[in-house]
């Protein structure tokens, strides 16, 4: 079996698509687009792709690439994210490269420590540079399967300045390859509002109508449509629920278009820190 992620080698995203498929073959692609397009050409047989994270919010490119391939939301899953300083054995590092989100979360050793943050791509592609720079006053910071896959050491570990910080991954098959006998338990969709007072109050009133719970609520903008907005829900309950038909039904007459994105096993939220 083949998962698609987006990132290098020591990606958080490898990490997330191997725990949920052990013993897969992950196969990174340098951009979340790559991996809509691996699983759509069977290249691989499904991705794994981040959507939000505790701290930092919604991951908006990925939401944007469900609004526009036909894709299946087939899974859900939680890591857990360590952030480690890695550089090389011995180093007394004076400048630390990451993803902006990264160095955001782990501003507050990076200040005491009286380190120079450089934003780069991702987390992976930092700790590649570092090692392949071979430069003691250079360090990365990433995640621990970093330090495996590139040669380096732990210089220090849970440097975030939160210590719960989640991600929530999703798994996504093409439309004809969803496995057969998926349990249903959430949904996933979107839809657009129409142009009047109240509008989106009615279209949120369907859900409650059928007693169904929101899990999540966010809007992304139509870029085809200037200032014109998609809604995406998650919710708790199958998609061919009773339940859930009733809203969609009744959503349809309230909402400009509604996409099933898809429909999924629950997922349980790992334990916090105490």
């Known amino acids: 079996m083949k998962a698609g992620y987006q990132g290098l080698r020591g990606a958080y995203s490898e990490e997330a698509a191997l725990e949920r498929f052990p013993g897969a073959e992950a196969v990174g692609s340098a951009f979340s687009e790559q991996v809509f397009e691996a699983v759509l050409s069977g290249a ?27 894709v299946f939301i087939t899974g859900e899953s ?18 630390v490269f990451s993803h902006p989100v990264a160095l955001a979360q782990c501003r507050s050793y990076i200040e005491s420590h009286a380190l120079k943050a450089v934003p780069e791509f991702d987390t992976a592609g930092s700790a590649e540079l570092v090692a392949s720079r071979r430069d003691p006053a250079e ?9 495996e896959a590139y040669g380096l050491s732990v210089l ?44 989106l109050l009615d279209c949120l009133k369907r859900f409650a109508e059928q007693g ?7 809007s992304r903008p139509i870029p085809e449509d200037p200032f014109s907005y998609f809604f995406l829900v998650d919710l708790l309950g199958g998609a061919e629920s009773a339940p859930v038909k009733k809203a969609l039904a009744a959503l349809e007459a309230d909402a400009g278009l509604v996409k099933v994105l898809g429909s999924y096993p629950l997922a349980e939220r790992p334990p916090r820190n105490r």
Not at 166 to 181: I, L
């Open 44 to 70: 691989v047989d499904c991705g794994v792709l981040p959507v939000e994270n505790s701290i930092a919010g919604p991951v908006a490119v990925n939401a944007d690439l469900f609004l526009k391939h036909d």
């Open 78 to 95: 939680y890591l857990r994210i360590e952030h480690c300083l890695l550089g090389l054995p011995g180093a007394a590092p004076r400048t």
């Open 139 to 147: 360090a990365a910071i990433a995640s621990k399967r970093c330090a």
């Open 156 to 199: 220090a570990e849970g440097i975030q300045s939160a210590k719960d910080n989640f991600t929530r991954f999703v798994v996504f098959h093409r439309r004809d390859r969803v496995p057969a006998g998926l349990l249903m338990e959430k949904t996933s969709l979107a839809f657009t509002a129409k142009h009047r007072p109240g509008a």
């Open 212 to 218: 169904l719970n929101l899990t999540r609520l966010e």
